[in-house]
């Protein structure tokens, strides 16, 4: 039991581990970052992995030269969009299934047709900017598959959020991630990404709510 603790620890926390990885394991690190990724964004039930956090000290450890950036990079691209295609493969299984039944207090077609019509309008940005905002990453695929997003339009903003969401944060692990104030403030660091990411959709919103207020 006690080395299944330790195992989860070392999972969860594997950007605080990296470095001990990368001595034990070598090569077999990138299939490891790989696998993560990979869950991270493509099964639902694995939404606390390690995702913004992890790929930016693996950026931090490009730098030293402990991992090939480039290599890195595109890897972890693959993984994020494999994901991503996954997890809407199994929401637009799981969809009819879930939605048989024409009339549920919680399951209701209609939930079904509007949530269609939303990823339809809205779904795009939604894709994008989830990418950036943990946890909702993992369920946003899923809810578009259910919703029966075009799948066409959902592999477009897959791949352009993906790789976004990849470079963005490995690049900017490899560019300040060891610098002093970083390295002693990293949860602080990781805390202002999340919010600036978080920023493009509260303007959304208010520019929504802006919108129906004169209808209103």
């Known amino acids: ?86 997890n809407y493969a199994i929401g637009y299984r799981v969809g009819p299934s879930v939605f048989r039944k024409e009339r549920s207090r919680f399951f209701n077609r209609e939930y079904l047709d509007r949530t269609h019509r939303f990823y339809e309008r809205h779904g795009a940005k939604t894709i994008v900017i989830a990418r950036f905002v943990p946890i909702i990453r993992t369920f946003a695929p899923f809810v578009a598959g259910i919703g029966r997003m075009t799948y066409s339009r959902f592999l477009v903003y897959n791949v352009v959020g993906g790789v976004a969401w990849i470079v963005i944060l490995v690049l900017g692990g490899y560019l300040f991630g060891n610098i002093d104030w970083v390295k002693r403030n990293l949860t602080v660091v990781i805390l202002g990404i999340v919010a600036l990411s978080l920023l493009p959709g509260v303007i959304e919103v208010l520019r929504q709510r802006a919108r129906s207020s004169p209808a209103a």
């Open 1 to 86: 039991m006690a080395l299944l603790w330790s195992f989860l620890d070392v999972l969860l926390h594997l950007h605080d581990h990296l470095g001990a990885v990368i001595e034990q394991y070598g090569v077999w690190t990138y299939l490891i970052l790989f696998l993560i990724v990979f869950c991270e964004t493509g099964l639902v039930v694995t939404p606390l992995l390690p995702g913004d956090s992890l790929l930016f000290i693996v950026g931090a450890f490009a730098a030293l030269g402990a991992l090939d950036l480039a290599l890195t990079m595109a890897l972890l691209s693959a993984a994020a969009v494999a994901g991503d295609t996954v």
